[in-house]
């Protein structure tokens, strides 16, 4: 298995945050990206983050910018995805993906770069 994602879903309340997880077995070297991912009900879904291992750039989708935070662990083989104040419009189901090769910022974005992806969690936002 390439990788599990642990994703703590569940309900959350207007303005409070939630730390999403994704471990992956090991880290190859060669690596490219992890992303954040989600889908709301009757919606596409939504390229939410990523981080280029390469360069370390890191992507935010305008609707969570300086809101969400990504980051790696490479101790733990593990990518986080901090989100804070959300909203009821962040009510969606979420799932990480890992890319082992080079893709575009696009391809990155979409999710057509990615080569693996873990099992979605629900995150609720509700009062």
């Known amino acids: 298995l390439r990788f599990s994602c642990r994703v703590w879903g569940g309900l959350v309340q207007p303005g409070g945050s939630l730390r999403l997880s994704c471990t992956l077995s090991?880290?190859?070297?060669?690596?490219?990206?992890v992303g954040w991912f989600r889908q709301a009900p009757g919606k596409e879904r939504e390229g939410v983050s990523y981080?280029?291992?390469?360069?370390?750039?890191?992507y935010y989708a305008d609707s969570v910018k300086g809101r969400f935070a990504i980051s790696r662990d490479k101790t733990k083989n593990s990518v986080y995805l901090q989100m804070d104040n959300l909203n009821p419009e962040d009510t969606a189901v979420y799932s990480c993906a890992l890319a082992e090769e080079a893709s575009s910022d696009r391809d990155l974005r979409s999710g057509e770069g990615m080569d693996y992806w873990g099992k979605g969690t629900l995150v609720t936002v509700s009062s």
């Open positions: 981080i280029n291992f390469s360069d370390g750039y890191k």
């Open positions: 090991r880290f190859r070297l060669d690596d490219w990206a």
